[in-house]
């Protein structure tokens, strides 16, 4: 397992250069909120900034494998063979988990107890063992940029919002497994997301299946939301967030465009 300081330079810089999760702009495929109307910006926002809510320093500590921010995050990189086993984010953590290096994070990454979790999976292969996001309801964003990255399955946190970018070519052949909360799943990468998204239990949900040849597996939509290939969360019916959910998954209501 990496050490703070270990060649966490190299990943650093990986990850600002796309943004805190990895996000090269691309799709802008849902809206990051209408500052008139309240709304914040939704499972696709998290891409953008992680898990909302202030984060206490004192909860990064030294469970934390890579290192701890001035902001409270545990920030993990694995850029090299020295990260060895699976990627665990400790339990109460907020994490950003970089996995830039070809089979990066091979044997998967685990956030299932933490409270808040970011993935970017930018090496080839990266993430193949797939990626256990926060069980006790935290947000989740997972970004897979590397060729046939994210060969392993998704999962989505029970509750909470979980947004998962597959932008490269073969990449989330595992599948992604959502939850109860708000759902976002852009297949923009050609032959992505050959693995089956299962969308159908969510209070709201976005998938869209823009690559070429993109969703082999038709997701599994809410009830009365598909549309074309993908799932929308536009009608009032596709939306059943309630309280908070309501107020940062109401964005997702942006329709997605086949191809």
Request: aromatic content about 2%; charged content about 15%; glycine content about 18%.
């Amino acid at each position: 397992m990496l050490r703070p300081g270990v060649r966490w330079i190299a990943v650093a810089c990986a990850l600002a250069a796309c943004g805190r999760f990895g996000y090269d702009g691309e799709p802008a495929d849902l809206a990051p909120g209408d500052a008139s109307s309240g709304r914040d910006g939704g499972a696709g926002a998290l891409l953008d900034g992680g898990s909302r809510g202030p984060v206490d320093a004192a909860t990064c500590d030294e469970r934390c494998p890579g290192f701890c921010t001035d902001g409270g995050r545990c920030e993990i990189g694995c850029s090299d063979e020295e990260c060895a086993g699976a990627i665990v984010c400790p339990d109460g953590h907020v994490c950003d988990v970089g996995c830039t290096a070809p089979d990066a994070c091979a044997d998967g990454v685990d956030c299932s107890g933490a409270a808040g979790c970011s993935v970017a999976c930018s090496g080839q292969d990266a993430c193949r063992g797939g990626v256990s996001c926060p069980a006790g309801g935290g947000e989740c964003a997972v970004t897979c940029t590397g060729g046939t990255s994210c060969g392993g399955r998704i999962d989505c946190p029970p509750a909470g919002a979980c947004a998962v970018r597959c932008s490269a070519p073969l990449a989330c052949a595992g599948g992604v497994a959502c939850g109860a909360g708000a759902c976002s799943v852009a297949c923009t990468g050609m032959q992505s997301c050959a693995g089956a998204v299962d969308c159908a239990g969510s209070c709201a949900c976005e998938v869209a299946c823009s690559g070429d040849l993109a969703c082999a597996a038709a997701p599994a939509c809410p009830d009365g939301c598909a549309e074309g290939s993908g799932c929308t969360s536009s009608p009032d019916a596709c939306n059943t967030c309630r309280g908070a959910d309501a107020r940062l998954d109401r964005s997702l209501s942006t329709r997605q465009a086949d191809p």
